[in-house]
């Protein structure tokens, strides 16, 4: 028997699972870390607290799964987009990493979009500027901690550190360096115009030619120590967050698609030819195969929205307690509506001053109501994002569910209702991780690639959730109303500076 180890590195924590070579997850550790927010608006890690983490969970996995580590033949990566680890030439962190919910640089993210335009940024990045994304942090930096600018010799993504800390190789690959806001996902290199406009030198950023599925290197001696793993077993590039949960659902290519509730929430639809929305509310990155893309309509607040309301108001983190609560109230929660932007929010609104708030409350309102809203807002978000979707001409009619909010199941519930078509899921969450490990099948040299290995587990989805038509006609009339407010009140938050 093989084994193959998958980590993905999210926002709020780090999962380790491990496949065996019928892609069974035998055994898989999580430990979570927190975001530190030393000012209003700031978001930021410490990548070393990433790996200690990372070294503890395939302790952990390889101990309380009763895995032989001799028997792991690879190792493959998820991890969260957007975000910036500023290295020195010896490869020492010069400053927290700062991560895509960071709200500092939005003067910056107007700069870019200033000079460029929507329609420039069309033809070189496909995307628009968004505070948290790479080159925003890095123009923050150049503008107000000149002293660590000045000595930065490499920049890379979250997940990308973790692979460097394990192999000693600096690098990335098309999935996750198309976030960063310098990557052309048409010529699939670097966008010279624009590094070239922020005043980066080039060497800085890494070698980008690769794909998620292909081996880096290898697990170093001194990473063997920390980690447990054996020495010298193949690494894989690894992906962004989307694109591993993708593959994790089997969905290489257009014809199937996705709904995430992590932290944050996305809308994923993969496609053959780039195409973009006139407002470039919607990002186009690139997938795990060449020639593939995806549309990403990403919203800022899925998950993190409940966990605020769990563990600030309910002080209950028990999932099914949250679905009883949310069960008790009819659809519509009698007239309760939530805005899910605690921290601003991205399609189609794209404003970083956008605020959350319950609209509606009444005296006959409890938790009970507060909780379903907030479902409903986070359904109606992601709702929102699809419209901006369908209005390129793209669309699909069931979706695959990820994501640790789809353990609710009065959730997968909304989302059916609110979408009005079937929702999917093969009642694992750990998708992102999931995929990581298919990567390592193939650059372990075991597989020959993607195709073969998502056809030797193409189980299915035995989890269906149909929609209740009369609950998405009273929806469709909700979402009207929800989008009213949320146009309003992002109007007038924007006015106040």
Not at 315 to 337: C, E, H, R, W
Not at 443 to 461: I, K, T, W
Request: proline letters at 3%; charged letters at 20%.
């Amino acid at each position: 028997m093989s084994l193959y180890l998958g980590i993905d590195l999210g926002t709020t924590g780090v999962k380790a699972i491990v496949v065996d070579d019928a892609q069974k997850i035998v055994a898989s550790s999580y430990k979570d870390y927190s975001i530190s927010t030393p000012e209003i608006g700031y978001a930021e890690q410490d990548p070393e607290i990433w790996w200690r983490s990372t070294c503890t969970v395939i302790r952990d996995a390889i101990s309380q799964g009763g895995v032989s580590k001799d028997l792991i033949r690879g190792v493959g990566f998820s991890g969260q987009m957007h975000g910036l680890v500023a290295l020195n030439g010896d490869g020492r962190i010069l400053y927290p990493a700062i991560i895509h919910c960071d709200q500092r640089s939005r003067d910056e993210k107007m700069e870019i979009l200033d000079h460029f335009g929507v329609e420039r940024l069309g033809q070189l990045v496909q995307n628009l500027p968004n505070s948290g994304f790479q080159l925003p942090s890095l123009l923050w930096l150049k503008k107000n901690r000149r002293e660590v600018f000045d000595r930065i010799r490499h920049v890379l993504l979250p997940k990308d550190y973790i692979r460097y800390r394990l192999t000693g190789e600096i690098s990335t690959e098309a999935t996750d360096a198309c976030s960063t806001l310098m990557f052309d996902n048409s010529s699939q290199g670097w966008c010279r115009e624009i590094v070239s406009w922020a005043g980066l030198d080039e060497s800085i950023l890494p070698k980008c030619d690769n794909r998620p599925y292909e081996r880096c290197g290898a697990v170093s001696r001194k990473a063997s120590e920390e980690t447990g793993l054996p020495a010298g077993i193949a690494v894989a590039y690894g992906s962004g967050d989307q694109v591993a949960q993708a593959v994790g659902n089997g969905i290489l290519r257009p014809g199937k698609a996705s709904i995430t509730l992590g932290t944050s929430g996305q809308v994923l639809i993969p496609t053959d030819r780039i195409v973009l929305d006139n407002q470039l509310r919607v990002n186009l990155f690139s997938h795990a195969l060449p020639g593939v893309w995806y549309i990403l309509g990403a919203v800022m607040n899925a998950t993190l929205a409940m966990n605020w309301f769990k563990m600030k108001v309910l002080q209950n983190t028990d999932i099914q307690y949250m679905d009883s609560l949310a069960d008790s109230v009819k659809p519509g929660s009698d007239n309760l509506f939530f805005l899910p932007y605690l921290t601003g929010e991205r399609v189609p609104l794209m404003n970083e001053k956008a605020r959350a708030g319950f609209i509606g409350l009444t005296l006959a309102h409890d938790r009970s109501h507060m909780c379903r809203s907030i479902m409903e807002g986070v359904a109606f978000s992601l709702y929102d994002a699809m419209q901006v979707i369908r209005q390129m001409g793209v669309d699909s009619d069931r979706f695959i569910l990820s994501g640790g909010g789809t353990r609710s199941r009065v959730w997968r519930g909304i989302l059916a209702d609110v979408f009005g078509c079937e929702m999917m899921s093969d009642g694992v969450c750990e998708q992102a991780a999931y995929g990581a490990a298919r990567f390592a099948m193939i650059a372990s040299g075991d597989y020959r690639d993607l195709n073969e290995v998502v056809a030797l587990n193409d189980h299915g989805y035995p989890n269906v959730v149909e929609p209740d038509m009369d609950n998405h006609a009273l929806y469709l009339e909700k979402f009207e109303i929800y989008k009213s407010f949320s146009r309003q009140t992002s109007s007038i938050f924007s006015s106040m500076g």
